[in-house]
């Protein structure tokens, strides 16, 4: 989508979500809390980017240059794909929603908003972990110095890792095959078809 896209899109959720809260008795008819509603289809990137400042403040970071600490991002370093990392915000949004609007009957304003900020923390605190014991697992390769560049691969088996030190050399690896060929097999070098 890009910045412009993002930019445009979170312009008109935001300024949908505060025309809906500002609500006017004479042209809609009041649900609960408005404030509620408009906020929690927005509120995983609100309490994202709340998150990334605080933790960008925290390190002493320059809060409008770009890292790798969003949630998404997250979700990408645990292993899932784009996609899948969508469809778990939207289903993460979407829960978030049913909470909220099933404790509006229950609980005030300020106690919905301190549980989704307590249900936020618990979620990224436990992506957190996951990350970290994954990584345990991953061995780092660094192309170039810094930590911008560094690249998570799998640990090589011992065995791999002779493996690869064999074609680095220009020795050639020895092929070990699971099934020996029939012999009658012959090897047939062409054009397919």
């Known amino acids: 989508m890009g910045d412009s896209g993002s930019l445009t899109l979170g312009l008109i959720l935001g300024f949908l979500a505060i025309r809906y809260a500002c609500y006017h008795p004479d042209v809609m008819t009041p649900i609960g809390n ?6 929690s289809p927005i509120l995983i990137p609100m309490l994202d980017v709340m998150r990334v400042v605080l933790v960008r403040i925290k390190r002493r970071k320059h ?3 770009a890292d790798r600490n969003h ?4 979700l990408m370093n645990m292993g899932l794909g784009k996609s899948t990392a969508l469809v778990i915000l939207f289903a993460v949004s979407i829960g978030f929603c049913i909470v909220n609007f099933t404790l509006l009957s229950l609980l ?6 301190l549980i989704d900020i307590i249900l936020w923390s618990a979620m990224n605190s436990w992506f957190t972990y996951i990350i ?23 640990a090589l088996s011992e065995q791999e890792s002779d493996l690869q030190t064999k074609k680095r050399s220009g020795q ?8 020996p060929a ?12």
């Open 172 to 179: 050639r690896p020895e092929m070990k095959s699971k099934t």
């Open 132 to 154: 970290r014991k994954r990584k345990q697992g991953l061995k780092v390769i660094e192309t170039k110095p810094g930590p911008e560049t560094a690249a998570y691969v799998p």
């Open 34 to 39: 408005m404030l509620v509603i408009a906020v």
């Open 63 to 65: 809060l409008f240059k």
């Open 182 to 193: 029939p012999a009658d097999a012959k090897l047939i070098i062409g054009e397919a078809g």
């Open 71 to 74: 949630i998404h991002h997250k």
């Open 108 to 113: 005030n304003s300020h106690f919905i908003f």
